[in-house]
T-cell receptor, first 116, second 118 residues
Framework: DTEVTQTPKHLVMGMTNKKSLKCEQH?????MYWYKQKAKKPPELMFV???????INESVPSRFSPECPNSSLLNLHLHALQPEDSALYLC???????????????FGSGTRLTVV | AQKITQTQPGMFVQEKEAVTLDCTYD???????LFWYKQPSSGEMIFLIY??????QNATEGRYSLNFQKARKSANLVISASQLGDSAMYFC???????????????FGTGTLLAVQP
C-alpha cells in the first residue's frame, strides 16, 4: 500500500463552521506534513509531524489546528476560517526525517476547501 | 530569499519531442536532495525523479532525466518523447536540513505549466 489517502476530497464551509481534514497512510512513514496550495502557486509547508510530535509550525494562524493521533493518521482541524483560506490542502508522508534526502514525500490527492 | 527558481511559467512542446524544464536552486548546504514532481489538474503531486547532491551520475527514470550541474546549481528536467498525458504543472523541489533540529523541509519552486500539443 503506497498511498496517502485524504478525505474529504471537496469541502465547502462557512466562516463560523468547524470542520476537519483527515489524512491516512499505511506505509510505515513516521513523518507527516500539511501543505497549503493556492491556485497557480506552489505548495507551502504548514506543519511537520515527526513520530507523532509537532516538529515544525510555519507560523500558521491558530484557526488551523493539526493533530496526529497515531503514526498513520494526521488531522487538520479548521475553525473560523476566512475566504482567503480557500485552497487545496495537501497531506504528505515520508520515511524517517532524520535520513537524508533520497526519501521523497508521498502526497495525497488533496482536499479542495472553499470557505464561504 | 527564493531558494528554488523556475523561470518558465509555461512551455509548449509537440507530441513525441523532448522538452527541458529549467530549475536553479540556492543553498549553502553541502548535503541536499532535489526532486521533480508532476501535478495534473486533479491536484495530486506525483514524484518523478530524485537527484542527491553527492550523486555523480545524472538521475534517470524512464522518459525522465535530470541534467544536474552542481557548480551552476541547476537541476533541469528533461522529458523525452513527450506524450499528451505529460500536460501538467511541474515543480522542482529541494529538501534540505533545518538548522537546530533533526528535521528537514521540502520546498518548491513556482512551477512550469507544460502543454503537449498533438
Amino acid at each position: 500500500d503506497t498511498e496517502v489517502t485524504q478525505t474529504p476530497k471537496h469541502l465547502v464551509m462557512g466562516m463560523t463552521n468547524k470542520k476537519s481534514l483527515k489524512c491516512e497512510q499505511h506505509m510505515g512513514h513516521r513523518a507527516m506534513y500539511w501543505y497549503k496550495q493556492k491556485a497557480k502557486k506552489p505548495p507551502e509547508l504548514m506543519f511537520v509531524y515527526s513520530y507523532e510530535k509537532l516538529s515544525i509550525n510555519e507560523s500558521v494562524p491558530s484557526r488551523f489546528s493539526p493533530e496526529c493521533p497515531n503514526s498513520s493518521l494526521l488531522n487538520l482541524h479548521l475553525h473560523a476560517l476566512q475566504p482567503e483560506d480557500s485552497a487545496l490542502y495537501l497531506c504528505a508522508s515520508s520515511q524517517d526525517i532524520n535520513r537524508p534526502f533520497n526519501y521523497g514525500y508521498t502526497f495525497g490527492s488533496g482536499t479542495r476547501l472553499t470557505v464561504v | 530569499a527564493q531558494k528554488i527558481t523556475q523561470t518558465q511559467p509555461g512551455m509548449f512542446v509537440q507530441e513525441k519531442e523532448a522538452v527541458t524544464l529549467d530549475c536553479t536552486y540556492d543553498t549553502s548546504d553541502q548535503s541536499y536532495g532535489l526532486f521533480w514532481y508532476k501535478q495534473p489538474s486533479s491536484g495530486e503531486m506525483i514524484f518523478l525523479i530524485y537527484q542527491g547532491s553527492y550523486d555523480e551520475q545524472n538521475a534517470t527514470e524512464g522518459r525522465y532525466s535530470l541534467n544536474f550541474q552542481k557548480a551552476r546549481k541547476s537541476a533541469n528536467l528533461v522529458i523525452s518523447a513527450s506524450q499528451l498525458g505529460d500536460s501538467a504543472m511541474y515543480f522542482c523541489a529541494m529538501r534540505e536540513a533545518v538548522y537546530g533540529g533533526a528535521t528537514n523541509k521540502l520546498i518548491f519552486g513556482t512551477g512550469t505549466l507544460l502543454a503537449v500539443q498533438p
